[in-house]
Each structure stands twice: as structure tokens, then as C-alpha cells.
């Protein structure tokens, strides 16, 4: 690849002789490690160790493949196990090896620029999280938490790797990858679920499942083949199950309008360049039908019929109750929260507190005090870090980023590149209103997913771009 990021004609050759020497290796190592096993009775140490060595060596004969193991790690941490460091030191680690990885690249094939478009947003936040950082430090917050919510908030930063790694033809790999981590998510999830049969939130039900489902919903809609088309209804039932069973009323509400604008842009898409086919994607309404009849019958024969309609009825129906009941709980806990950050915000309003600030809040029930920095819900949050400046920044970084999306899907004639801009939106809608009930883009889980879609596409906006030019 050039300076401009085109691909050279001995880039497809340098890429079969590195598989080809890669499969060797394997060949070659395979029957070491199993001996060494064998003799040792290492076999949890041996296992981690060919792991690592066999990731990092997909890694260095296919980049794009890093990103992937990247946004799987990020979305496996677990924040409720006293690991966390240990596991965010694993993510960090991975990310400090892809970086070299592609440091080395770029000395040989070159870098390829981020698009113009991309830049406004990306510099207008970054100078709300410095002044942040500033903040938190006049205000005389810990150092390590800075630099902790610093990290957390720069996740829109993360889309400029697969900026250098992907292009218009790797979309089929990227779709596949995010499909493959979905489905080991749904799988995960429903595995606990049916072992303790209770409610389990946390790193067993992420935002993952749902933000692929809208995805899939997208290309369901707007691929012209329908092998293609029936292979993302398939995938979307255990998602749709592993959704419904996280029993979280924000990831529904989210789902549900991430599905919404995707069917609502692919239908105005295709009305601009499929219009032949436009009335026979109605059929795709009653085969989402039997995706939700499907979801359901998984979703009985895991958790059991009687309990499934009792618990989303509990769920739904405690929805805005303030009771002492068990379902109800969170709502008051929720607003005691509200309110101890509304009035931490007003304090400083515009510039906020810093990263690193935290609320005193008191359980509403024991009444014991407690210091808390985060809020259920990111744009109090935000407010509360970074103030009236912070919402306006990141404002302008989601309307930046929609506005370019929603340019491709107007102008894009290649169904896929169009199909992953109106996900991307759709996607983002999704997480928008999940924020409203949590503060999803400052976990690893949701963001490291989110940043890599956002990547994606702004990848095939270069490679637009070359094109064109």
C-alpha cells in the first residue's frame, strides 16, 4: 500500500507467502506443544501460551484481524470481579502490540489519512476532555482516576486504527468478525443464565448482541442475495434471545429504535436504488415475525416459559413504579443518583467538575455515604464532568459522524459500503438511548464495539476518497 493507501500489486503475494510461512510454523510447533504438555502437565499455561503466540501471529499476517481480537477483549472485561486490572492490562497490552504492529506496517506500505470530515468532531471533543483534564487537576482530583476517565472518554479515537487496517472490500470480514463475537457473546450469556436462572447483568449481558442484531437487520434488508439474507435472520434469533433475556428495559428501548431508523433509511435506500425490489423487502417484516416467535420459543426453553412472561411483565411493568419491591428497586436508587448528580453539576455548570470528580451519594435505604464518580445515565454524566461544554462537544462529535454516515448512504451506489453507513447510524441512534439509562460509552464494552463500526466506515470513506481521486 502507498502514501495514498492503495493497495500495491505485491501486497497480495507478500500476504499469501506470510500465510503460507504461518501454517508452516504451526505445522512445525503443533506436535512441540503437545509433547511439552504432555511432560509437564502444564496444559491451562501451554494452552494460554500458543494462544497468545497464535494471535499475535494472525495478527501479524492479517492487521485487520487484530482489531477484532482487540474489540473481543475489550468486550469480555469483566468489571464486577476484582479483576479489573488485570483484565484492562490484557486489553492495554494487546492494543500496545497492534499499535507496533502497525507502526511496522506503516513504515513499509505507508499511512492513509483520515478523511477531512472526520477531523472537526474528533478535535472539538478532544478539546473538551483536555479541558477535563485541567480542570480535575485545579480541582486537585486523583491523578490515576484522571487519566482513567480521560482513557474512557477518548474511545472515538480507538476508529482511526481500523482507518489504517480496513478498506471497501474488507467489510465482509469485518461483518463476519463482529457476528462471530456476537454469537460467543449470546452463547456465553445464555449458558450462565440457564446454569443460575436468575437475572445476571454485567459482562454476561453487554450492549454487544444488540448493536450486531441492528446491524443485521440493515443488511437483511438491503443484501441482493437471499442465501445472504436468510444467514442474517438465522444469526439474529439467539441474539434477539440473548437481548430479551438480559431483562435490561434500556437495551430494549435501544434495539428498538436502532431497528426503527435502520428499517426506515434502508427502505428511503432502497427507494433511491433498488426501487424494483423495494415492494418484495415488505416480506421482510413477516420474516422478522418469525425471528421474534423463534426468539421467544429459544428463550422459554432457556429460562422457562412461565418465568420468561413473568419476568419482562415485572420488567416493563415496574418500568416508572417507585414501590420497595424487588423490580422497582433500581428506579429508586436511580433517582436518589439523579439527584445527588443534578446538584453536583450545578455547582459548575459550565466547565463541569473534571475528570476525576466525584458526588457524595447516600443509600436511600441504609442512608450510609459513599463517594461516587459515575452516573446511570452519560449525558449527566458528561455534564457533570465537562459541563455545558462537554454536551455541546459531544453534540457536535455525534452529528459530525451521523451527517458523514448519512452523506454515504445517499451517495454510496455499492449496496454493502451504503448497508454499513445506515448501520452505523442506526447503531448509534441504538446507543443513544441506551445512554440514557446507563453510562455505556465509558465501559470497554460497549465503546471498544462502537469505536470499531464508526472505524470501519470511516475506512470506507477513504477509500472513497482514493477512489475519486
Keep these: ?75 469480555f472485561v ?20 497492534t499499535t507496533l504492529v502497525l507502526v511496522w506496517r506503516g513504515v513499509f506500505v505507508g499511512w492513509v489519512r483520515p478523511p477531512a470530515e472526520m477531523a472537526p468532531g474528533l478535535v472539538i471533543w478532544l478539546g473538551a476532555c483536555a479541558l477535563g483534564v485541567l480542570v480535575g487537576v485545579l480541582h486537585g482530583n486523583r491523578p490515576q482516576i484522571i487519566g482513567i476517565e480521560l482513557a474512557a472518554a477518548l474511545w472515538p479515537f480507538l476508529g482511526l486504527g481500523p482507518l489504517q487496517a480496513y478498506d471497501r472490500k474488507s467489510l465482509a470480514f469485518a461483518g463476519a468478525g463482529l457476528i462471530g463475537i456476537g454469537l460467543i457473546h449470546t452463547a456465553f450469556g445464555l449458558t450462565m443464565l440457564g446454569i443460575y436462572q436468575r437475572r445476571l447483568g454485567g459482562v454476561y449481558f453487554t450492549t454487544v448482541t444488540g448493536i450486531v442484531l441492528v446491524g443485521l437487520w440493515t443488511v437483511t434488508l ?74 421467544l420459543a ?57 475528570f476525576g470528580s466525584s458526588f457524595l451519594m447516600r443509600d436511600p435505604f441504609l442512608g450510609t455515604p459513599q463517594q461516587q464518580g459515575f452516573v446511570h445515565n452519560y449525558y449527566l454524566l458528561i455534564w457533570f464532568k465537562l459541563g455545558i461544554v462537554g454536551l455541546l462537544a459531544f453534540g457536535v462529535l455525534v452529528w459530525q459522524f451521523v451527517r458523514a454516515a448519512l452523506r454515504a448512504a445517499g451517495d454510496e451506489s455499492n449496496w454493502f459500503p451504503r448497508a454499513w453507513a445506515i448501520a452505523t447510524i442506526a447503531v448509534t441512534c441504538q446507543v443513544l438511548v441506551i445512554l440514557a439509562t446507563n453510562y455505556s460509552l465509558a465501559d470497554v464494552n460497549t465503546a471498544f464495539v462502537f469505536a470499531f463500526a464508526w472505524g470501519v466506515f470511516w475506512a470506507t470513506r477513504a477509500g472513497a476518497g482514493r477512489a475519486a481521486g
Design 222 to 295: 438491503l443484501a441482493p442475495s437471499r442465501r445472504v439474507r436468510i444467514v442474517c435472520l438465522l444469526a439474529m434469533v439467539p441474539m434477539l434471545a440473548h437481548l430479551v433475556l438480559s431483562f435490561t428495559r434500556g437495551y430494549w428501548l435501544g434495539c428498538l429504535a436502532g431497528l426503527a431508523v435502520a428499517t426506515a433509511l434502508s427502505w428511503q435506500s432502497l427507494t433511491k436504488f433498488d426501487r424494483p425490489v423495494r415492494s418484495r423487502r415488505l416480506l421482510m417484516i413477516p420474516a422478522l415475525g418469525a425471528v421474534v416467535v423463534a426468539t
Design 78 to 97: 469483566d468489571y464486577n470481579t476484582g479483576r479489573l486490572a488485570l483484565e484492562m492490562g490484557v486489553v492495554i497490552a494487546w492494543l500496545a502490540w
Design 1 to 75: 500500500m502507498n502514501d495514498s493507501g492503495a493497495a500495491t500489486p505485491a501486497e497480495p503475494a507478500a500476504n499469501r507467502w506470510r500465510s503460507a510461512l504461518l501454517l508452516v510454523a504451526a505445522a512445525a510447533l503443533a506436535p512441540a506443544v503437545l509433547v511439552l504438555g504432555l511432560a509437564t502437565d502444564a496444559w491451562p499455561l501451554m494452552a494460554l501460551a500458543a494462544s497468545v503466540v497464535a494471535l499475535c501471529a494472525w495478527s501479524l499476517v492479517d492487521i485487520r484481524s487484530a482489531f477484532l481480537v482487540a474489540v473481543f477483549l475489550g468486550t
Design 298 to 354: 429459544v428463550s422459554a426453553l432457556v429460562f422457562g416459559g412461565d418465568k420468561l412472561l413473568a419476568a419482562i411483565g415485572g420488567r416493563f411493568g415496574s418500568s416508572f413504579s417507585t414501590e420497595a419491591t424487588g423490580e422497582a428497586l433500581s428506579n429508586v436508587i436511580r433517582i436518589a443518583e439523579y439527584d445527588r448528580a443534578v446538584a453536583a453539576a450545578l455547582r459548575s455548570p459550565v466547565v463541569g467538575s473534571g
